[in-house]
């Protein structure tokens, strides 16, 4: 059985445009408890902007006066500054018949946390590391229990 990632991709997807500010980026992704938006021109995909680009761009504000023994840098306000300036601008993409086990070596290879999910030029969905922990655990609950049961061809000897 394959198992496919539109079986786990979340939709409808929460993005943000290109313009939007770093802090409505932080918000949505604290209202939402995500870690990556995609970013969308109309309904194209330019970009993504992860809680760890946010973070590298804007220390706490502790960690940045400790260092300079200042005040922040002129033009450290998150509301100020686009998320297109910190976005990462490629973005690698996953089709919904695409099998979950390739999305999942996909994202370990190349030490990513989200996938947006394409279909014919448009974003369906996106598949997240958390995601495909949910499967993995749905599916090894399953396989348990298909051993647990009496007569399966899977069950358990002892």
Do not use: C, Y
């Amino acid at each position: 059985m394959i198992v496919r990632v539109r079986s786990w991709m979340k939709h409808p997807v929460v993005g943000v445009k290109p313009r939007d500010s770093a802090a409505h980026a932080r918000a949505l992704m604290a209202q939402h408890r995500v870690n990556q938006l995609p970013v969308f021109e109309g309904p194209q995909l330019v970009g993504i902007v992860t809680d760890r680009d946010l973070r590298d761009a804007f220390p706490s504000l502790a960690e940045t006066v400790i260092r300079s023994r200042r005040r922040l840098p002129e033009g450290a306000d998150p509301s100020a500054i686009p998320v297109e300036d910190v976005m990462t601008h490629e973005v690698l993409t996953v089709e919904p018949d695409t099998p979950l086990d390739d999305a999942a070596r996909l994202l370990r290879r190349e030490r990513i946390g989200a996938l947006p999910v394409v279909s014919a030029g448009r974003v369906v969905g996106i598949v997240t590391r958390s995601d495909l922990l949910e499967a993995l655990a749905q599916l090894l609950a399953e396989e348990a229990a298909d051993r647990r049961r009496p007569g399966s061809k899977r069950e358990d000897p002892g």
